[in-house]
């Protein structure tokens, strides 16, 4: 990608006149070239144009992982419209508030999805039109996408798609209430592009293996618009179970580079593989880089994988607001398998504590991030609200962090979750990596409650191997942490409620101690 791209479509346009006969993507026995994939994109630009989509449009996708998702993505991005991804978890009253909140004009679905959606349509004023994958032919009020993508025209209408212009809007997982829509511009997401390229040297030659769902930012950012940019191959995969045709699919198309969640890492590392197997599984492994993202990784369970597997794994950190990735480590040279690697080139951070004021190395405060990948605002929120979260080109990420002499960064929680025991703060993170070095611990997650008389206490969950007992590992932890910070009950559980992204939902588990010492 040269340095006078100026938008999305632009950057697929060039990476395809300079590879047209290049496999863009892979899905199943599918393979699409890029001039394919560009021409495809054309012909879906044209009938929606045909149908009264025009520009600053919003073109919800509520779609799995599969070609047709980023055919209607650049799609709509060439009309100068916006994308609104929708999580394919969601319910109907849940996506409903997301199309109706960004006001979104269509809305493409799967066929599971195709019944909910023609409710949603009956029920919302400013959606038009519902057009699904696979649909029924016949049908007047859902249409067929092949109608779309076989349509006989590319698009021909000139528009003239800025930098600043809106790409996408991505709503927020709405841990503190409704979800939100993040307003990313073409120059947020390009940039965080060239950045993440130049950090992990993509080339041409590069395989990126999609498993996150792409109506996620960290997937639709690292695993389609990175290698999209680049030349590179994508092989599309709709879920990560069974992971046996994961692992095929790595090796027959010699993948080179795995974007996943921490949960994933984890239980590979513990993975019970028959040595000869681990030993092949090494040597015969095309796989040059492994990137964590979306959520904490334990440094116990880096140390662990890079030891079995013998292959890089690099923790990042981002955010939706970010476009998202703020962080990485390095791949090159001296990496910390605790923190969360250095700022991007063109991005800058700080720590701040409660008055504002830049904290020193190693103090912790609130994570501020600045640069050219940091969102315009949300959509169709109040100016007060804004304000909360972008401030002088800042954006308070609501994250408690802290800078190293080195110039690393490391992520010790949210500001919400952060324990004040008589008087003395104390950050679940830093329990949380103590619990994850016990051998026989395979999750967990510490939060605060409230007791009758000791006031705010640490409380952890744990998802255990069967041998472990709780009197071995509250003796563990009082070897390991300060007294106050132990935590004051330990409930085991079979496993940990998650997200998509393997977010460990700690607002779930709230919900179960909420009561636990009145």
């Not at 191959?233 to 709709?238: D, E, G, S, T």
């Amino acid at each position: 990608m040269t340095n006078n791209v100026q938008n999305l479509v632009q950057m697929l346009d060039e990476t395809a006149n300079q590879y047209p006969k290049r496999i863009a993507l892979v899905f199943g026995a599918r393979k699409i070239t890029y001039a394919q994939l560009v021409s495809n994109s054309k012909k879906i630009a044209a009938k929606f144009y045909e149908e009264g989509v025009r520009e600053f449009d919003k073109i919800a996708l509520w779609l799995p992982n599969c070609p047709e998702f980023i055919y209607t993505f650049f799609a709509s991005l060439r009309l100068k419209a916006i994308v609104v991804p929708i999580n394919t978890m969601l319910k109907r009253e849940e996506a409903i508030f997301i199309i109706g909140d960004s006001q979104a004009k269509v809305l493409v679905c799967s066929i599971d999805k195709a019944y909910d959606s023609e409710n949603i349509l009956s029920r919302l004023e400013l959606l038009t039109q519902v057009v699904s994958l696979l649909a029924p032919g016949g049908n007047n009020i859902v249409s067929n996408f092949s109608e779309f993508v076989r349509y006989p025209k590319e698009l021909d209408v000139k528009v003239d798609i800025k930098e600043d212009d809106l790409a996408e809007i991505i709503y927020t997982s709405g841990t503190t209430g409704k979800p939100k829509g993040a307003c990313l511009t073409h120059k947020n997401l390009l940039s965080n592009v060239r950045d993440c390229v130049s950090v992990i040297n993509v080339t041409r030659k590069d395989c990126f293996i999609c498993v996150l769902p792409l109506f996620h930012s960290f997937a639709s950012t690292v695993c389609m618009l990175l290698p999209l940019s680049s030349g590179a191959k994508i092989v599309i995969m709709r879920a990560v179970r069974p992971f046996k045709r994961v692992m095929r699919a790595i090796f027959k198309h010699k993948v080179t580079i795995f974007a996943g969640v921490p949960s994933f890492f984890s239980i590979l590392s513990e993975a019970k593989i028959p040595k000869w197997k681990a030993l092949l599984g090494v040597f015969m492994n095309p796989i040059r880089l492994y990137i964590s993202g979306a959520a904490a990784l334990p440094s116990s369970v880096c140390r662990k994988f890079e030891r079995r597997f013998r292959r890089p794994l690099i923790q990042g950190y981002g955010l939706t607001e970010a476009s998202p990735v703020v962080s990485l480590n390095p791949l090159k040279g001296r990496r910390k398998s605790a923190s969360i690697g250095k700022p991007l080139p063109s991005v800058e951070v700080k720590v701040v504590g409660k008055k504002g004021e830049e904290l020193k190395p190693n103090q912790v405060g609130e994570l501020l991030v600045k640069g050219p990948n940091v969102m315009k605002g949300y959509y169709n929120q109040p100016q007060s609200q804004a304000k909360k979260v972008l401030c002088d080109g800042w954006l308070y990420t609501g994250d408690l962090a802290k800078i190293d002499q080195d110039g690393f960064l490391y992520i010790m929680g949210r500001i919400k979750d952060m324990i004040n025991v008589r008087g003395l703060n104390v950050y679940p993170r830093e329990i949380e990596d103590v619990l994850y070095k016990h051998h026989k611990v395979k999750e967990a997650a510490v939060l605060g409650v409230v007791h009758r008389h000791r006031g705010e206490v640490p409380v952890a969950f744990v998802v255990k191997d069967d041998q472990l007992e709780e009197r071995e590992l509250v003796k563990y932890l009082r070897g390991n942490l300060a007294s106050y910070k132990v935590p004051l009950k330990i409930l085991f559980k079979d496993s940990l409620p998650k997200n998509v992204t393997g977010k460990i939902l700690k607002k779930e588990l709230k919900k179960e101690i909420k009561n636990l010492f009145k």
